[in-house]
T-cell receptor
Framework: EDQVTQSPEALRLQEGESSSLNCSYTVSGLRGLFWYRQDPGKGPEFLFTLYSAGEEKEKERLKATLTKKESFLHITAPKPEDSATYLCAVQAGSNYQLIWGAGTKLIIKP | DGGITQSPKYLFRKEGQNVTLSCEQNLNHDAMYWYRQDPGQGLRLIYYSQIVNDFQKGDIAEGYSVSREKKESFPLTVTSAQKNPTAFYLC????????????????FGPGTRLLVL
């Protein structure tokens, strides 16, 4: 069964303390892996799409990487405004529907 | 400004009542989606539509209905048959289904929170 698991469920960091969020997946024929940011009470905001193992993408303090089994979202020197829930989703095989992880809630304390 | 709008932001449903959530997009996207989000769970797909006048059930379609009469609009009706409707409902759209993963990035509206009185 296709599955996406995000860890940890929640992560508390001090401002400036770098860390990584994990998205592991078991699917047949990965077509794309998507990262989104979601603020409380709002819709998810698209961040990145990764297509193949070894690919990396960056945006400000965020960097997403992809291997054959998982993706990491690295956050460098985070600020309080980076606090949000980060969602990961995978598209696989001939089914263009997305398979979603439950998200990681990131809290950055000043 | 191109984007996806959802209304209302909050919706209250009484027992036995059908309610309709609005979703409109001006991105000229072909595909539209409805998701339900519950605390601690991943997004779950209710219905999706690849083209006008066509739509398919997702993983949790029971108790919901949709229509796609215009490319820009994809309203969702939560019927009285949905016994646990309290959730955050998200509408999304993507440029073109099955056009390669780059064409299938989904963009989301701001959401509607449905509560039961």
């Amino acid at each position: 069964e296709d599955q996406v698991t995000q860890s940890p469920e929640a992560l508390r960091l001090q401002e400036g303390e770098s860390s990584s969020l994990n998205c592991s997946y078991t699917v047949s024929g990965l077509r794309g892996l998507f990262w989104y940011r979601q603020d409380p009470g709002k819709g998810p905001e698209f961040l990145f799409t990764l297509y193949s193992a070894g690919e990396e993408k960056e945006k400000e303090r965020l960097k997403a990487t992809l291997t054959k089994k998982e993706s990491f979202l690295h956050i460098t020197a985070p600020k309080p405004e980076d606090s949000a829930t980060y969602l990961c989703a995978v598209q696989a095989g001939s089914n263009y529907q997305l398979i979603w992880g439950a998200g990681t809630k990131l809290i950055i304390k000043p | 400004d191109g984007g996806i709008t959802q209304s209302p932001k909050y919706l209250f449903r009484k027992e036995g009542q059908n309610v309709t959530l609005s979703c409109e997009q001006n991105l000229n996207h072909d595909a539209m989606y409805w998701y339900r989000q519950d605390p601690g769970q991943g997004l779950r797909l209710i219905y999706y539509s690849q083209i006008v006048n066509d739509f398919q059930k997702g993983d949790i379609a029971e108790g919901y209905s949709v229509s796609r009469e215009k490319k820009e609009s994809f309203p969702l009706t939560v019927t009285s048959a949905q016994k646990n409707p309290t959730a955050f409902y998200l509408c999304a759209s993507s440029p073109r289904p099955r056009g390669g993963a780059s064409k299938e990035t989904q963009y989301f509206g701001p959401g509607t929170r449905l509560l039961v009185l």
